[in-house]
């Protein structure tokens, strides 16, 4: 599935199964969402870190 595809079909989820659908929408409309291969980008790197240690939050600055 391309990344593109993913967010139009988040886009067209109902509130019930993506409750920040809305606020989804607003931040494309914006532009206010990152590249997705950019994200994965920055999930590897992280997932790389030998300091990563699970079951805690972490952001990804792209």
């Known amino acids: 599935m391309t990344a593109r595809l993913m967010q139009a079909m988040i886009r067209a989820s109902s509130v ?28 590897v790197h992280n997932l790389a870190r030998p300091s990563l240690t699970g079951g805690e939050r972490h952001g990804v600055s792209v």
Request: charged share 25%; glycine share 8%; hydrophobic share 45%.
């Open 16 to 43: 019930i199964d993506f409750p920040e659908v809305e606020r989804f929408i607003q931040r494309q409309h914006q532009g206010g969402l990152a590249d997705p291969s950019d994200v994965a980008a920055a999930i």
